[in-house]
């Protein structure tokens, strides 16, 4: 039988790891990639489940799950944005 934990924040785990700046540039990559990959899938299943209820063209269905997708990568890459230049600030107070 699993015991399922909750996940501390992100904040808690970056402080509990090692200092090295290299190791917090290489985890905010992790969690980057990893958040912008789960944002990816929820823009195309969202923009997806949309496009299947209100459109009936398949070009109009593509063109909403793409647009769905863009909108995930776009709030991946605003967040890791975020993330790195709190990286980088972390590293000039230093």
């Known amino acids: 039988r699993r015991v399922l934990l909750p996940r501390a924040p992100r904040e808690l785990m970056a402080t509990a790891k090692t200092g090295l700046p290299e190791l917090k540039v290489a985890e ?23 496009a299947v209820i209100l459109f009936r063209g398949v070009a109009a269905r593509s063109a909403v799950a793409g647009l769905g997708a863009g909108v995930g990568i776009g709030m ?19």
Do not use: M, P, Q
């Not at 990559?29 to 958040?35: A, Q, V």
């Not at 912008?36 to 823009?43: F, M, S």
């Not at 890459?77 to 230093?94: G, M, Q, R, S, W």
């Open 28 to 50: 905010t990559w992790d969690s980057c990639i990893e958040n912008t990959v789960r944002k990816l899938a929820y823009g195309t299943l969202g923009g997806g489940l949309i």
């Open 76 to 94: 991946g890459y605003t967040e890791c944005k975020h993330e790195f230049e709190l990286v980088d600030k972390a590293a000039a107070a230093k």
